[in-house]
């Protein structure tokens, strides 16, 4: 059994920032990517960033520059350093874990983000 559990949403002002965490816990395979999506009120998830167990990144366009995402394999943890957030950045963001290959997929169960004027 694989459990995700994430922290560090909340509310803080445009411009600002915040920093997420998501630890996994159970039967976690070595070949594994650990990552961060998120849904905006009344849209669909979408891809924020992810990375690999040997370091490969991927963002998304509109995070580029302002997101940065890192892990502690060592803690099979992921981090997401949000700078410049802006109204737009809200939504509620669910950690990811694609774990093993052919991998299988685990979510966590959200954390809230507002960004507010």
């Keep these: 059994q694989v459990q995700l559990a994430e922290s560090g949403g909340g509310v803080v002002q445009a411009g600002g920032s915040l920093r997420l965490s998501c630890t996994a816990s159970g039967s976690i395979f070595s070949i594994n990517t650990m990552g961060w999506y998120r849904q905006p ?3 669909q998830r979408e891809l924020v960033a992810t990375i690999t167990n040997v370091g490969y990144k991927k963002y998304a366009d509109f995070v580029k520059g302002r997101f940065t995402i890192s892990r502690d394999n060592a803690k099979n943890t992921v981090y997401l ?3 410049s957030l802006r ?3 809200t939504a509620v963001y669910y950690c990811n874990l694609e774990n093993g290959w052919p991998p299988t997929t685990y979510w966590g169960q959200g954390t809230q ?3 507010s004027s």
Aim: charged letters at 15%; proline letters at 8%; aromatic letters at 0%.
């Design 41 to 43: 009120p009344g849209t």
């Design 81 to 83: 350093q949000m700078n």
């Design 87 to 89: 109204l737009e950045d």
């Design 113 to 115: 983000v507002t960004v």
